[in-house]
């Protein structure tokens, strides 16, 4: 069985920075993507960033530039830095693991940030 629990969420204000971080145990696979979704009220869940075993990294036109997501392959844990937070940024914050046995889901963290 996989997990994934997440952490780092908060509040802070606009121009603020976070760091989230999600660690996944159980059987994970060597060869895997590992990602951060986020989900505003009302709104679809979408792609923030992603980052594949291989260390080569996708993200969202809107947090390029201010966003940074990493990978310790030894601990199975990804980060997101997130730096220049804007308003629009508030949202619930979802991990990703996604590798051929299947796609999970962490339960999910609140990023609110006050303009």
């Known amino acids: 069985q996989v997990q994934l629990v997440e952490s780092g969420g908060g509040l802070v204000q606009a121009g603020g920075s976070l760091r989230l971080s999600c660690k996944a145990s159980g059987s994970i696979f060597s060869s895997n993507v590992m990602g951060w979704f986020r989900q505003a009220p009302g709104k679809q869940r979408d792609l923030v960033a992603s980052?594949?075993?291989?260390?080569?990294?996708n993200y969202a036109d809107s947090v390029k530039g201010r966003f940074t997501i990493s990978r310790d392959n030894a601990k199975n844990t990804v980060y997101l830095q997130m730096n220049s937070l804007k308003p629009e940024d508030t949202a619930v914050y979802y991990c990703?693991?996604?590798?051929?046995?299947?796609?999970?889901w962490g339960q999910g963290t609140q990023v609110t940030v006050s303009s």
């Open positions: 990703n693991l996604n590798m051929y046995s299947g796609t999970y």
């Open positions: 980052v594949n075993s291989r260390s080569t990294t």
